[in-house]
């Protein structure tokens, strides 16, 4: 094929991705959204052209007298969503947001406790990702699988036992706020620092429907900006009250020089509007998203799937997960909604041991509803949904026409 070719196909590519993923599809990733159409204006400009090495009014290059202006002020904005005494916006993304504070408050030797990946821990919280590279030992916190959350005394235990420098609260897989402030007085006896991994449930934060992390005692909170937070792709970091100068200076330089230079600029002004929408809907937003996916659960519950925690209302937050082991597998039931445009992710549930064997095929589905929420669906949508992944995955129907009829009436963002 020659290169005429090749950009022409890559053009009719990403038109037919866009038509299919914003039009035909029930986008359920747990960890997507969409920006407003505001935010879309102000996405594409010369920003992506520059760079600003350094902190604003303190850059090593030149040409920046908007942008350092455009930066103080969407650092502005997020503090003001979050009620946070420090914010750092120059991360592209959330595991680097983790890797930033890892680099800035820890120690190559010293010992961290966070959740294991089965009971919903991101890879970036253990020795799987970044933490070897930083010389961390990662333990896991105990888990209580019927509470579907970390288990507060064993956990006091093993925080005597570890010695840990800091305790990581937070998850990938996320239904149930986790016991932050229940844990703080160990965290201190062993001076420890208290991380938040807020990547999932930042736009539930900022909508004050979740917890508080940064008031339950918290000292940091990293995140993505682009899961329940509808910004762009990046990753932020928040200093709470207890991080004193040399602390977040530290951090500072974890960013630049150590692991970004230039902070992708175009980010900004999206970030910002994404900040502004926050205050005017993230309330309602919040809301909305943390009944849908309620309701999701217990409609999927009523239609015979295993969605867990059925006893805890099955969620607080964006997220429903489904055991479906008896359908097929993860791997079988996710491949088979992609196929029917039902879009979610397979993932490992709580209580399950992962192997070579299931790595690839894990018994649990993860479902979230925070983007299909940004596009109008209430509650009716929801039961809608769930009688939709039903047919699929119950009475192995092929409804790809019927998603995509469905799908075509929720194609403006709402929430803005
Ligand atoms: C809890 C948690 N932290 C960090 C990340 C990494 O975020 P990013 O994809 O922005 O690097 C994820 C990704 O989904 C996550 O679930």
Redesign the pocket.
């Known amino acids: 094929m020659d290169t005429k070719k090749k950009i022409d196909e890559i053009k009719e590519l990403l038109g037919e991705h866009n038509i299919w993923r914003k039009e035909e599809c029930l986008n359920l990733i747990a960890?997507e959204n969409t920006t407003s159409p505001s935010a879309d204006n102000v996405a594409v400009s010369d920003l992506s052209h520059r760079y600003a090495e350094g902190k604003p009014h303190q850059r090593h290059y030149q040409g920046l007298k908007y942008v350092d202006d455009i930066e103080v002020l969407t650092q502005e904005l997020m503090k003001e969503v979050f009620k946070a005494k420090r914010v750092d916006l120059r991360i592209l993304?959330?595991?680097?947001?983790?890797a930033v504070v890892y680099k800035g408050l820890l120690n190559h030797g010293d010992n961290i406790i966070s959740s294991a990946i089965p009971n919903g821990?991101?890879v970036?919280?253990t020795r799987h990702g970044i933490c070897s590279i930083m010389g961390l030992t990662d333990f896991s916190f105990p888990f209580d699988n019927y509470e579907m959350n970390i288990d507060v005394d064993e956990s006091i235990k093993k925080i005597d036992e570890k010695d840990p420098k800091m305790l990581l609260f937070?998850?990938?897989l996320?239904l149930f706020p986790h016991p932050v402030k229940e844990l703080v007085d160990a965290a201190k006896e062993h001076d420890a620092y208290i991380m938040y991994?807020a990547?999932?449930v930042l736009g539930l934060i900022a909508g004050g429907q979740f917890q508080d992390p940064l008031r339950e005692g918290a000292d940091i909170m990293?995140?993505?900006t682009?899961?329940t937070f509808f910004g762009p792709?990046?990753?932020i970091v928040f200093g709470g009250e207890s991080i004193d100068d040399e602390e977040w200076k530290n951090i500072e330089n974890a960013i630049f020089p150590c692991f970004i230079c230039n902070h992708h600029l175009h980010r900004l002004p999206v970030l910002a509007q994404a900040a502004y929408e926050f205050t005017q809907y993230g309330e309602d937003y919040a809301k909305q998203t943390i009944k849908n996916a309620k309701t999701l659960g217990e409609e999927l519950y009523s239609l015979g799937l295993d969605c867990m925690a059925e006893h805890k209302g099955f969620t607080e937050s964006h997220q429903v997960v489904v055991n479906v082991e008896k359908n097929g597998g993860g791997k079988h039931v996710a491949e088979t909604l992609e196929k029917n445009n039902i879009i979610l992710n397979k993932n490992f549930i709580p209580g399950e041991k992962v192997t070579k064997e299931n790595m690839n095929n894990p018994n649990g589905i993860r479902i979230g509803v925070q983007e299909m929420t940004r596009c109008k669906m209430k509650t009716d949508e929801m039961k809608q949904i769930a009688e939709l992944i039903k047919k699929v995955v119950v009475d192995k129907k092929d409804i790809t026409e019927e998603v995509k009829e469905f799908r075509k009436n929720y194609t403006e963002t709402g929430f803005c």
């Open positions: 960890s993304s959330g595991t680097l947001a983790n821990g991101h970036s919280h937070g998850a990938s996320f991994d990547a999932h990293s995140a993505s682009h899961k792709q990046g990753g």
